[in-house]
């Protein structure tokens, strides 16, 4: 659940990048992703509040056997959540640009 959810917040970040003609070199650091969205346009502060950045764990921790844990169930509901508002958010900001979904 975890993983998926970072790469639900990272892919829909990344929609609005593409959306608005921005490139952005190949990484999973939500972070750095971001803060690209927030340079379009400020109101994605409200996900940098919400700490998604701390997702970007879930991209690499769970995947590598090196660094490999198993969350809790809080964080991976917490996860789940993040996710769940991030995509909340995005969609309507995509709507806005004009995207019909």
């Not at 003609?21 to 690209?36: M, P, Q, V």
């Not at 701390?54 to 690499?60: G, H, K, V």
């Amino acid at each position: 659940m975890c993983f998926h959810s970072e790469q639900c917040v990272e892919k829909y970040l990344k929609a609005y990048l593409v959306l608005n003609d921005k490139e952005f070199r190949r990484t999973h650091n939500i972070a750095e992703i971001l803060s690209l969205c927030i340079n379009i346009d400020p109101s994605f502060e409200y996900l940098k509040d919400l700490k998604v950045h701390e997702l970007t764990i879930y991209a690499t921790e769970l995947r590598y056997p090196e660094f490999f844990y198993i969350p809790s169930l809080k964080e991976a509901q917490t996860a789940v959540e993040m996710a769940e508002k991030t995509r909340d958010f995005v969609r309507r900001e995509l709507i806005k640009e004009g995207l019909d979904l």
